[in-house]
């Protein structure tokens, strides 16, 4: 998506947006007579400000800014710091004499409903640098890493590097739906596969090149920069009071809109022009869905969003539209999201597999939602990241959320409506593989289920049913071992097949 096909709007004025009705981007003069000079305040005031308005990472876990900034700042130990002189228990762990700290700014939007921080990156990128810039200043070190997804950010980012000869460096992250992960990003500047690591390490203790590293997410740097910019006191002057400040949503893939915590959740779409159809999802494909009811009582802060059981996440919200199948839908993202797992951990491996087979039986009609429930909760808490909770708590709240449609499946083994695909998937490039059985060849040896259980299973006659889900990258060469040693030729992986709602075949 390019950020010139989002529409940026706000409601209640302007703040990370400001310019943006007349500027496409802001470089480094737009940006000066916009926001003014970059202030550089010492690190125990960005820490009091932060603190003050209880700033909180926008891409999606919402841990306090202030709490993360205080963790590197506590890690660092510069040049002239002498390590004899420490205690004993100050020395060793994770403390490096002359280990700077890194900033890194993490612009992955690996979820495809997701936008906002695109549009910061190609249109305001000196103000996410002023944040960054701010940070590291506050850290005593000069390396930044803005790392990116797609060209058109890290056009605009380099650009602006140039402009205020900031010496920060740009990196290409692969688009993946896990690549936003801290750990993963922090593996991919590092050089390392930009997976999620699977035992967990704090970015404060050891991030990039091993060194204390504060990382957060684009919209977080934009909104440090506006709150040294603006002061604690004028930056409250938006939001609720426990929440100040405004917020960037995506809405349907399409639009960007800012607004201050605490406005209702109906108001921004009808800002938007959008109805609530037959349900909301707020908070991304790890988010939870919202009832057309739970939407309209819905206020955007986290405390408003808990009280109808959801979160605000990243900031993204997609109203489903009227006419398309709830349960098609539903099946058809939680499939993409098998095929996006790092396949490091037995919830992903093999429980993400089992909810999208659960839910192709819920489909059909021979499975019950207690099923579903029961496969999205087996793995809770275990997996090695957030990915399989995530997905888990995407598919059990549309259990809630679709009830209706789910009844007509149970009672009919559909419901009448076709799924035409409505919920935003990153387009296939026609790399992406799937298995398919020539059935005319097909003789039930089962060795393929043997061989990659996490896809094929066997029915109760013992012939193989496929998982319809695109080859996870981690399953690819156990694939391939099952087609050659098929005794029958009868499997083989198909490329360039557009996404289509998971199915047995
Ligand atoms: S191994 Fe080949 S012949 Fe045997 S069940 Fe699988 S596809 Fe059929």
């Given at each position: 998506?390019?950020?010139?096909?989002?529409?940026?709007?706000?409601?209640?004025?302007?703040?990370?947006?400001?310019?943006?009705?007349?500027?496409?981007?802001?470089?480094?003069?737009?940006?000066?007579?916009?926001?003014?000079?970059?202030?550089?305040?010492?690190?125990?005031?960005?820490?009091?400000?932060?603190?003050?308005?209880?700033?909180?990472?926008?891409?999606?876990?919402?841990?306090?800014?202030?709490?993360?900034?205080?963790?590197?700042?506590?890690?660092?130990?510069?040049?002239?710091?002498?390590?004899?002189?420490?205690?004993?228990?100050?020395?060793?762990?994770?403390?490096?004499?002359?280990?700077?700290?890194?900033?890194?700014?993490?612009?992955?939007?690996?979820?495809?409903?997701?936008?906002?921080?695109?549009?910061?990156?190609?249109?305001?990128?000196?103000?996410?640098?002023?944040?960054?810039?701010?940070?590291?200043?506050?850290?005593?070190?000069?390396?930044?890493?803005?790392?990116?997804?797609?060209?058109?950010?890290?056009?605009?980012?380099?650009?602006?590097?140039?402009?205020?000869?900031?010496?920060?460096?740009?990196?290409?992250?692969?688009?993946?739906?896990?690549?936003?992960?801290?750990?993963?990003?922090?593996?991919?500047?590092?050089?390392?596969?930009?997976?999620?690591?699977?035992?967990?390490?704090?970015?404060?203790?050891?991030?990039?090149?091993?060194?204390?590293?504060?990382?957060?997410?684009?919209?977080?740097?934009?909104?440090?920069?506006?709150?040294?910019?603006?002061?604690?006191?004028?930056?409250?002057?938006?939001?609720?009071?426990?929440?100040?400040?405004?917020?960037?949503?995506?809405?349907?893939?399409?639009?960007?809109?800012?607004?201050?915590?605490?406005?209702?959740?109906?108001?921004?779409?009808?800002?938007?022009?959008?109805?609530?159809?037959?349900?909301?999802?707020?908070?991304?494909?790890?988010?939870?869905?919202?009832?057309?009811?739970?939407?309209?009582?819905?206020?955007?802060?986290?405390?408003?969003?808990?009280?109808?059981?959801?979160?605000?996440?990243?900031?993204?919200?997609?109203?489903?539209?009227?006419?398309?199948?709830?349960?098609?839908?539903?099946?058809?993202?939680?499939?993409?999201?098998?095929?996006?797992?790092?396949?490091?951990?037995?919830?992903?491996?093999?429980?993400?597999?089992?909810?999208?087979?659960?839910?192709?039986?819920?489909?059909?009609?021979?499975?019950?939602?207690?099923?579903?429930?029961?496969?999205?909760?087996?793995?809770?808490?275990?997996?090695?990241?957030?990915?399989?909770?995530?997905?888990?708590?995407?598919?059990?709240?549309?259990?809630?959320?679709?009830?209706?449609?789910?009844?007509?499946?149970?009672?009919?083994?559909?419901?009448?409506?076709?799924?035409?695909?409505?919920?935003?998937?990153?387009?296939?490039?026609?790399?992406?593989?799937?298995?398919?059985i020539?059935?005319?060849r097909c003789d039930g040896h089962g060795l393929c289920a043997y061989l990659?259980?996490?896809?094929i299973?066997l029915?109760?006659y013992g012939f193989p049913?496929?998982?319809?889900?695109?080859?996870?990258?981690?399953?690819?060469?156990?694939?391939?071992?099952a087609v050659?040693m098929c005794p029958a030729l009868a499997l083989?992986?198909?490329?360039?097949?557009?996404?289509?709602?998971?199915?047995?075949?």
């Open positions: 998506m390019s950020s010139a096909t989002v529409t940026v709007s706000n409601i209640g004025g302007s703040r990370l947006t400001l310019g943006f009705d007349r500027f496409d981007r802001l470089d480094l003069d737009r940006h000066l007579a916009v926001h003014g000079k970059l202030r550089t305040p010492v690190l125990e005031d960005v820490v009091r400000m932060a603190e003050q308005v209880d700033m909180r990472g926008r891409g999606g876990a919402g841990f306090p800014f202030a709490r993360k900034l205080t963790a590197v700042a506590a890690r660092v130990v510069h040049p002239s710091a002498d390590q004899e002189n420490l205690l004993p228990g100050e020395r060793g762990g994770s403390r490096r004499p002359g280990a700077d700290a890194v900033v890194v700014v993490n612009g992955a939007e690996g979820e495809p409903g997701s936008g906002k921080d695109k549009v910061l990156l190609c249109r305001a990128p000196h103000l996410v640098l002023d944040g960054a810039q701010i940070a590291a200043t506050a850290l005593g070190t000069q390396r930044i890493v803005v790392a990116v997804e797609d060209d058109q950010a890290a056009r605009s980012v380099r650009a602006a590097i140039t402009e205020r000869r900031m010496p920060a460096r740009v990196v290409r992250l692969v688009e993946r739906f896990i690549s936003g992960e801290s750990g993963a990003v922090i593996r991919a500047i590092n050089g390392e596969t930009p997976i999620p690591p699977g035992v967990k390490v704090r970015a404060a203790e050891s991030g990039v090149d091993g060194c204390p590293t504060l990382l957060s997410n684009t919209e977080t740097f934009a909104q440090l920069a506006v709150l040294t910019s603006l002061g604690p006191d004028l930056y409250a002057s938006a939001g609720t009071e426990d929440e100040p400040g405004t917020t960037l949503l995506t809405i349907g893939k399409t639009r960007v809109v800012e607004v201050p915590y605490g406005t209702p959740l109906r108001t921004v779409l009808e800002h938007c022009d959008v109805r609530p159809g037959p349900g909301v999802l707020a908070g991304g494909y790890h988010g939870m869905w919202l009832s057309p009811q739970g939407a309209n009582r819905a206020v955007l802060s986290r405390k408003g969003m808990q009280a109808v059981g959801a979160t605000v996440g990243a900031g993204i919200i997609l109203p489903l539209a009227e006419g398309t199948c709830p349960l098609g839908e539903v099946t058809r993202i939680a499939s993409y999201l098998a095929a996006q797992s790092a396949g490091q951990c037995g919830p992903c491996r093999l429980g993400l597999p089992d909810i999208v087979r659960a839910l192709n039986a819920l489909s059909d009609g021979s499975g019950t939602v207690a099923d579903v429930k029961r496969a999205a909760g087996i793995g809770r808490g275990r997996g090695a990241c957030s990915h399989p909770d995530g997905t888990a708590r995407f598919v059990v709240s549309a259990m809630d959320a679709f009830a209706a449609d789910i009844d007509a499946h149970r009672m009919g083994g559909a419901c009448g409506l076709p799924t035409f695909g409505v919920l935003p998937l990153p387009v296939p490039d026609g790399s992406e593989g799937r298995i398919a020539d059935w005319s990659v259980p996490e896809l299973q029915d109760r049913v496929v998982l319809g889900t695109d080859i996870p990258v981690w399953m690819e060469r156990d694939v391939a071992r050659s083989r992986v198909t490329t360039g097949i557009p996404r289509s709602p998971a199915r047995g075949s």
